[in-house]
């Protein structure tokens, strides 16, 4: 084929070389009354207490909240507390790899499965190595602030060894 | 089922780190496909499934099935749609259209299953952002909980519970990667003896990087047919002869019913094994594409699919029972430890294999001896799902 044109002849279409990190790519979701449902469960956190919902009709504990029972189809629910002290159900590290949106993290970092007694749910074991932990370890939920791209007050909840 | 359906052939783009793209691997999937298949072209396909996992994730598109079509010149007058089901996406692209050529709405099918995962290194943190949302992304998944951590539970829970060693997930991969050495489209190819996995550098703790499958793109493409018209373009082909799946309503940590088993896969198996009339599946199953997304999915699924007792899937790996010339030979493509994991075209990759093994097309020196029974297994997400499909040698 023959190059009939020139680069300096050519218009030129430009795409950003960079974005601001996009709220939607962001893992932690919105936690306010008008984006989501279970808006209290994150006013809870925010507050310290560690909360989820019960089903009023039936009396099933869910993990994570919902506004419909999954086993009776009620939606009569309320927020009850959960124990901040668990077991290490079992555990491995994270060596690197993270998402976007997470790459800043610090690695390694642990991520198990914690037994509160009523509810069993993942989450990273902060202040501890791989190495120190064993199955059935003590661990306590902390709680903390989210700075990410919106102006949004955001809360987390992680755990660590007592 | 009201009629009988068979798999009659198929066939796989190169996996691997591709210089590729995604519309680049549906066409070699599909040209190896009908290839493969004489007496099939695209004029033939009344109906079009396509697997694919995360295409608007990792090549920023979406409805794909009509994509598939135009590429392969294939008209479509009947049912065209893309499944996804994660992990499990080509077996469920195998499963709807095991079930419209059953029920009589098609004759002749296509499955192609594709995934384009290899961006560039400094994009993997984009790949691994779409691999975290598999899992409830705000409970689980912004823990940063992708799928080795989560696999690297079961290991040390099974470990824990039943004192599997980690000389046994090393004898897993090991049989697995050198079973691929043997498969001309696998994406990893060298020969690995069970000494090399253990000293491979550490991913998630107890998982070594061998114990993991890899980020791969590829495609694998079959054709199924109504036994009528499978008579007309082959003698053997693989009859779908039961297929089970089961979810025991769990998906996020705290809905999941167990850490060191998979009772899902358990009765999944059961109620493929029913319909196909298997009662000792460890006398009747000659062959076994089972999900080895990491070494210690195997050592579950031999005790899960009833190959072994619980907990003794160590054990059986390690006198030798999954290998090829063993009791059942247990992913001889490779599987996933070996081939890596396309994740839409994994369970199609596998129904081809156990095609092959019945028509005695296997390369490489890899064929089990006088297979005439088989199945194929995929995980999905954090386990929540089990697929399972049996296939045989002739129909019921």
């Known amino acids: 084929m023959t190059d009939t044109s020139t680069d300096d002849e050519r218009e030129q279409v430009s795409v950003p070389s960079e974005i601001e990190f996009p709220r939607l790519l962001d893992f932690y979701d919105l936690q306010t009354a008008d984006q989501t449902q279970i808006h209290e469960f994150y006013d809870n956190l925010r507050a310290g207490q560690f909360t989820t919902t019960r089903c009023t009709e039936c009396d099933a504990i869910h993990f994570p909240p919902r506004i419909v029972c999954p086993e009776c189809t009620g939606d009569a629910l309320e927020y009850v507390d959960l124990p901040h002290d668990g077991e290490l159900f079992a555990f491995s590290a994270v060596r690197g790899g993270l998402p976007l949106g997470l790459r800043e993290h610090e690695v390694p970092y642990v991520v198990g499965v914690v037994d509160l007694g009523p509810v069993q749910l993942s989450g990273r074991i902060d202040d501890a190595a791989y190495s120190d932990l064993e199955i059935g370890d003590p661990v306590s939920l902390k709680i903390v602030d989210i700075d990410g791209p919106t102006d949004d007050d955001r809360v987390f909840y992680r755990f660590e060894p007592q | 089922m009201t009629r009988n359906v068979a798999i009659v052939g198929g066939g796989q783009a190169n996996w691997g780190e591709r210089d590729a793209t995604w519309k680049d691997l549906a066409q070699e999937g599909g040209k190896a496909t009908f290839d493969a298949v004489p007496g099939v072209d695209p004029d033939d396909i009344e109906g079009l499934f396509v697997g694919a996992v995360q295409p608007e994730r990792f090549a920023n598109q979406t409805h794909v099935a009509p994509m598939v079509a135009e590429l392969l010149g294939i008209e479509v007058d009947e049912m065209i749609a893309r499944t996804e089901l994660a992990c499990a996406s080509g077996q469920a692209a195998l499963r709807y259209a095991w079930l419209a050529i059953a029920a009589g709405q098609l004759d002749v099918a296509m499955v192609l299953g594709v995934e384009k995962m290899n961006l560039g290194r400094?994009?993997?943190?984009?790949?691994?952002?779409?691999?975290?949302?598999?899992?409830?992304?705000?409970?689980?998944?912004?823990?940063?909980?992708?799928?080795?951590?989560?696999?690297?539970?079961?290991?040390?829970?099974?470990?824990?519970?039943?004192?599997?060693?980690?000389?046994?997930?090393?004898?897993?991969?090991?049989?697995?990667?050198?079973?691929?050495?043997?498969?001309?489209?696998?994406?990893?190819?060298?020969?690995?003896?069970?000494?090399?996995?253990?000293?491979?550098?550490?991913?998630?703790?107890?998982?070594?990087?061998?114990?993991?499958?890899?980020?791969?793109?590829?495609?694998?493409?079959?054709?199924?047919?109504?036994?009528?018209?499978?008579?007309?373009?082959?003698?053997?082909?693989?009859?779908?002869?039961?297929?089970?799946?089961?979810?025991?309503?769990?998906?996020?940590?705290?809905?999941?019913?167990?850490?060191?088993?998979?009772?899902?896969?358990?009765?999944?198996?059961?109620?493929?094994?029913?319909?196909?009339?298997?009662?000792?599946?460890?006398?009747?199953?000659?062959?076994?594409?089972?999900?080895?997304?990491?070494?210690?999915?195997?050592?579950?699924?031999?005790?899960?699919?009833?190959?072994?007792?619980?907990?003794?899937?160590?054990?059986?790996?390690?006198?030798?029972?999954?290998?090829?010339?063993?009791?059942?030979?247990?992913?001889?493509?490779?599987?996933?430890?070996?081939?890596?994991?396309?994740?839409?075209?994994?369970?199609?990759?596998?129904?081809?294999?156990?095609?092959?093994?019945?028509?005695?097309?296997?390369?490489?020196?890899?064929?089990?001896?006088?297979?005439?029974?088989?199945?194929?297994?995929?995980?999905?997400?954090?386990?929540?799902?089990?697929?399972?499909?049996?296939?045989?040698?002739?129909?019921?």
């Open chain 2, 122 to 396: 400094e994009h993997m943190p984009e790949v691994q952002s779409s691999m975290a949302n598999v899992l409830d992304r705000e409970f689980d998944g912004a823990n940063g909980l992708a799928a080795p951590p989560f696999f690297a539970w079961y290991a040390q829970r099974h470990m824990h519970e039943f004192g599997t060693t980690r000389e046994q997930l090393s004898l897993v991969a090991a049989k697995n990667k050198t079973n691929a050495s043997r498969t001309d489209f696998a994406q990893f190819q060298s020969t690995v003896d069970p000494d090399e996995v253990t000293d491979s550098p550490e991913i998630a703790p107890p998982l070594h990087l061998y114990d993991c499958s890899g980020i791969t793109d590829g495609a694998a493409g079959a054709i199924l047919m109504s036994e009528a018209k499978a008579r007309e373009v082959t003698d053997t082909a693989a009859w779908i002869t039961g297929s089970g799946q089961s979810t025991m309503a769990g998906n996020s940590i705290n809905n999941l019913p167990s850490f060191s088993g998979w009772p899902q896969a358990r009765k999944a198996s059961q109620n493929a094994y029913d319909q196909a009339g298997i009662d000792d599946p460890l006398a009747e199953i000659d062959v076994a594409e089972v999900h080895d997304c990491f070494s210690i999915s195997e050592i579950i699924e031999y005790e899960e699919l009833g190959f072994a007792e619980r907990g003794e899937g160590g054990q059986f790996i390690e006198d030798g029972r999954s290998h090829l010339d063993g009791d059942v030979a247990v992913n001889p493509r490779g599987g996933l430890l070996g081939c890596g994991h396309p994740l839409g075209a994994t369970g199609v990759s596998q129904a081809l294999e156990i095609t092959q093994q019945f028509q005695g097309d296997v390369t490489n020196d890899r064929q089990v001896d006088d297979a005439t029974t088989g199945l194929i297994h995929n995980l999905s997400g954090s386990g929540s799902v089990h697929s399972v499909m049996v296939l045989d040698r002739d129909p019921q």
